[in-house]
T-cell receptor, first 109, second 115 residues
Framework: KNEVEQSPQNLTAQEGEFITINCSYS?????LHWLQQHPGGGIVSLFMLSSGKKKHGRLIATINIQEKHSSLHITASHPRDSAVYICAVMSGSQGNLIFGKGTKLSVKP | DAGITQSPRHKVTETGTPVTLRCHQTENHRYMYWYRQDPGHGLRLIHYSYGVKDTDKGEVSDGYSVSRSKTEDFLLTLESATSSQTSVYFC??????????????FGPGTRLTVL
């Protein structure tokens, strides 16, 4: 079993829809990251959080430490949000990241 | 922008040849990482460094070596490339980010094809 599981693996939405991507993990963590990768592109850090909720524009990330679960929400989705979203947790004494396999989001106009 | 560059950005090589990928950073970060990204596996840690001449193995280090003789450069070497090492390679640095700890920032990636 992977230590970081994301769902769904693939997601297709219509422009304007509210989107939720989920991440569950099975290890103790010091922080959780949400990353974005556009097709053929680099990896951009969206959020790093260790508790509660963070918001940046139309993106909201939440984490529940007790339930070992995080969600990434996108409000009023747009085709430019089409990308792979990756959840990663920071665990262990060295603080290395353990990555989920990503959620591929496609937003249709 | 964490000032990370990778070179080359694309490389095609033949099985058995040595290959070196370079990661360069301009902001004096102590921690640097090399990852590979493959379909169905996500990102996996190859090696990391916590200072000049201080390196350690990650999850998929077999067939790879690293060196860090200067703070700004972290080199990844494939001593004898194999087709299973065809992948996209990302370098990353980590930077202290508030109370949550260290946040990682990624370079643009190097696409390596081993024929």
């Amino acid at each position: 079993k992977n230590e970081v599981e994301q769902s769904p693996q693939n997601l297709t939405a219509q422009e304007g829809e509210f989107i939720t991507i989920n991440c569950s993990y099975s290890v103790g963590i010091s922080a959780l990251h949400w990353l974005q990768q556009h097709p053929g592109g680099g990896i951009v850090s969206l959020f790093m959080l260790s508790s509660g909720k963070k918001k940046h524009g139309r993106l909201i990330a939440t984490i529940n430490i007790q339930e070992k679960h995080s969600s990434l929400h996108i409000t009023a989705s747009h085709p430019r949000d089409s990308a792979v979203y990756i959840c990663a947790v920071m665990s262990g004494s060295q603080g290395n990241l353990i990555f989920g396999k990503g959620t591929k989001l496609s937003v249709k106009p | 922008d964490a000032g990370i560059t990778q070179s080359p950005r694309h490389k095609v090589t033949e099985t058995g040849t040595p290959v070196t990928l370079r990661c360069h950073q301009t902001e004096n970060h102590r921690y640097m990482y090399w990852y590979r990204q493959d379909p169905g596996h996500g990102l996996r840690l190859i090696h990391y460094s916590y200072g000049v001449k201080d390196t350690d193995k990650g999850e998929v280090s077999d067939g790879y070596s690293v060196s860090r003789s200067k703070t700004e450069d972290f080199l990844l070497t494939l001593e004898s490339a194999t087709s299973s090492q065809t992948s996209v390679y990302f370098c990353a640095i980590s930077e202290l980010s508030g109370r949550a700890g260290y946040e990682q920032f990624f370079g643009p990636g190097t696409r390596l094809t081993v024929l």
